[in-house]
């Protein structure tokens, strides 16, 4: 029997009479590779936000890692790793001091730390720009290790907002190298994207419209439900039937 990691039940957020997150209810489990997506707002974000212990909702249940998101919000941040395109490493730090800050966050010992430490450097065959800052690095090298320093206290979960934007191609092949080996792992991704290709690579895929999940299974069934060759067009067939945007 799958392990549950994510559940969620009519979960749901109201910003007075807006509702961005309208009782979504799925589940994720342990070392799968979920495809969260939706068109500009659709409430992916919002939702994502409950889920991270970011945001409480308004209505419904959910339990990240075995937390309660009404309860627990502090313990969910503790339990999972997180990376967004926008931000995830501090560019005027060295990459050895990132990786030292983040560990200090997410209490790792400086026995731990210094083992993951030399593990992550040796791993992504940083050993030459350990002492240089992350600002000199080019793109693709930051989004590798900015995944590796997010999953660096081995969390049972990952969340992975719009990771690989901006990157060219082969980068974002190799990019989800890095994610196949975490799953394989255990670890569990939840991740969105706006790239159709990269949700060919998750094992499931949920998209939202209007607030609601409106498909949720593989990218091979939906394929078939929708009746088309390509993500794509399936994500095209539903975000056509949306009525709000940002």
């Not at 313990?75 to 995830?88: A, D, E, T, V």
């Not at 907002?161 to 792992?185: C, H, N, S």
């Amino acid at each position: 029997m799958k392990e549950v990691v994510i559940k969620t039940e009519a979960l749901t957020k109201r910003f007075g009479d807006f509702v961005a997150a309208n009782a979504i209810s799925f589940e994720v489990y342990k070392g799968e590779i979920f495809g969260f997506l939706g068109a500009n707002g659709a409430g992916k974000t919002t939702a994502m936000r409950m889920l991270c212990g970011l945001s409480i909702p308004t209505s419904g249940k959910a339990s990240i890692a075995g937390f309660d998101v009404f309860r627990q919000p502090e313990l969910i941040k503790k339990n999972i790793g997180y990376m967004s395109q926008r931000f995830s490493l501090y560019e005027d730090l060295t990459v050895g001091e990132n990786i030292t800050f983040f560990g200090g966050i997410y209490g790792l010992s400086d026995k731990q730390l210094r083992q993951k430490k030399d593990d992550l450097v040796t791993n992504l065959g940083l050993q030459n720009e350990v002492n240089k800052l992350v600002a000199s690095l080019p793109l693709g090298w930051k989004q590798k290790l900015a995944f590796s320093v997010a999953v660096l206290h081995d969390p049972k979960i990952v969340f992975l907002d719009e990771p690989t934007g901006g990157v060219d191609p082969l980068t974002r092949r190799q990019f989800w190298d890095l994610i196949y080996e975490a799953a394989e792992r255990g670890v569990t991704i939840f991740v969105t994207t706006h790239y159709m290709d990269e949700a060919e690579y998750c094992h499931r895929i949920s998209i939202m419209v209007d607030g609601k999940i409106e498909a949720l299974d593989t990218p091979s069934n939906l394929k078939k439900i929708y009746n088309t060759g390509s993500m794509n067009d399936v994500f095209y067939q539903l975000a056509r039937k949306a009525k709000r945007s940002d």
